[in-house]
C-alpha cells in the first residue's frame, strides 16, 4: 500500500506513539490512541489494528525488559502463564472471524467501568506496600485459566487489557503493584507477538509506520515504566482509574451511540 504522509502527520503520529506507550507500560490502554490516529490518516481498519500491533510490541518489550532489569519479574514462575497467554491469543484471534462481536462490544464498556469502581473503592486492589512478592512458582491452574482468557481476549478484541491482567494478577496471586504490572506488560507482549505474526501472515502490517510508531512507543514505555517503578501506587492508582474510565466511556460511546 502506497502512503504519502506529511511531515505534520508523521510528528502526530510520533506523539501519539510516546504518549500511548507510556499510558501503555504503566495500565494498558494507548492503543485507544494509537489506532484512530492510524486510522485518521487513512490506514484501512484491518491493517491500521496490525500496524498498531506491531507497533505495541516495540513499546510493550521495552516496559517489560525495564522492569524485568528491576527484577520485579521472575521467569521460571510464569512459564505456564506464558504457554497459556500464547495459545489463547491465537485461539481469540481465530474467533475474531467466527463470533459476531456486537455483544462483546456493549459488554466491554460495563466490565471495564466495573474494575475502575473496584479500584477506586477497595483498599485492596492495587496491593499494598506490605505485600510480598511469592517465592514460590504460583499455582499452574490459576496461570493457565488466566493465561488463556486474557491471552484469548486479547487476541480477540484486546480493549483494557492491561487493567484486567493488573487486577486480576493482584487478586489470584496476591502481587505487589509493581509486580502485577510487570506480569501485565510481559505477559501482553507475548499476545501481542502472537497477533502480529498472525496479522503479518495476513499481509495487514504496514511496516514502515508500524516500525515508526514503534520506536516512540519504546520512548513512551521506557519513560512509563521507569516512572511507575519511581513512584509506585501514589502515581499508578489514579492514573490507572482515569485510563480506564477514559476506556471505558471510549468503547460505551462506540457501542451505544
Known amino acids: 500500500m502506497e502512503l504519502l504522509l506529511d511531515p505534520n502527520q508523521l510528528a502526530l503520529l510520533a506523539l ?28 484501512p481498519p484491518h491493517l491500521a489494528l496490525g500496524t498498531n ?54 459488554l466491554l464498556p460495563l466490565l471495564i467501568i466495573s474494575i475502575a469502581i473496584y479500584t477506586l473503592f ?13 517465592c514460590n512458582k504460583p499455582s499452574n491452574t490459576k496461570q493457565t485459566l488466566q493465561g488463556l482468557a486474557l491471552g484469548g481476549y486479547d487476541g480477540f478484541a484486546g480493549p483494557g487489557i492491561g487493567a484486567f491482567w493488573t487486577v486480576s494478577s493482584i487478586s489470584l496471586y496476591k ?25 503479518a501472515s495476513l499481509g495487514q502490517v504496514n511496516w514502515i509506520l508500524g516500525l515508526w510508531m514503534g520506536v516512540c512507543m519504546m520512548a513512551g514505555s521506557f519513560i ?10 501514589p502515581f499508578i492508582k489514579p492514573l490507572f482509574i482515569i485510563s480506564v474510565v477514559s476506556i471505558a466511556t471510549h468503547l460505551a460511546w462506540t457501542a451505544w451511540a
Open 16 to 43: 501519539v506513539g510516546i504518549i500511548a506507550g507510556f499510558i501503555d507500560a504503566i495500565v494498558g490502554g494507548g492503543g485507544l490512541l494509537s489506532i484512530p490516529a492510524l486510522l485518521a490518516i487513512g490506514i
Open 53 to 106: 500491533k506491531l507497533a505495541a510490541c516495540f513499546g510493550s518489550i521495552t516496559s517489560s525488559y525495564t522492569y524485568y532489569k528491576q527484577q520485579l519479574f521472575t521467569p521460571k514462575f510464569w512459564q505456564t502463564c506464558a504457554t497459556a497467554t500464547f495459545i489463547g491469543a491465537i485461539l481469540g484471534s481465530g474467533l475474531v472471524f467466527l463470533i459476531n462481536a456486537d455483544w462483546l462490544e456493549k
Open 122 to 134: 477497595s483498599p485492596k486492589a492495587m496491593g499494598n506496600k506490605a505485600t510480598k512478592a511469592p
Open 175 to 199: 502481587l505487589p503493584l509493581l509486580q502485577s504490572c510487570a506480569l501485565a506488560r510481559i505477559m501482553t507482549s507475548v499476545s501481542n507477538i502472537t497477533a502480529l505474526v498472525i496479522f
Open 224 to 233: 512509563g515504566a521507569r516512572s511507575a517503578i519511581r513512584f509506585g501506587i
